[in-house]
Nanobody, 123 residues
């Protein structure tokens, strides 16, 4: 089992930045591809960005490409989502996820989820 705990969410003005963290326990994150998803009220959960286990491959949704960056520190068992140039439409609950398909950054299947952290971007 892997436990994932997100932190770093909050309220920010449009154009601002936030960095989310996802701390893992239970098993080494190096066993997994890691990524971030988000869900806005009344909408389905959507993929934001992902990274393969060694960080060689990354993949981002078009809506965040060039603004968001996924990174990982396997030694600290932590994954990050740096969010820059935030827009009101980025407002959502953000979830960290782990996939045992560790060579793929697409996270088409996931094994573990965090509980989420809220990000609110004001205009």
């Amino acid at each position: 089992q892997v436990q994932l705990v997100e932190s770093g969410g909050g309220l920010v003005q449009a154009g601002g930045s936030l960095r989310l963290s996802c701390a893992a326990s239970g098993r080494p994150l190096s066993n997994y591809a890691m990524g971030w998803f988000r869900q806005a009220p009344g909408k389905e959960r959507e993929f934001v960005g992902g990274m393969s286990w060694g960080g060689v491959s990354t993949y981002y949704a078009d809506s965040v490409k060039g603004r968001f960056t996924v990174s990982r520190d396997n030694a600290k068992n932590t994954v990050y989502l740096q969010m820059n140039s935030l827009k009101p439409e980025d407002t959502a609950a953000y979830y960290c996820a782990a996939s045992s398909q560790r060579y793929s950054a697409y996270l088409r299947s996931t094994n573990y989820w965090g509980q989420g952290t809220q990000v609110t971007v004001s205009s």
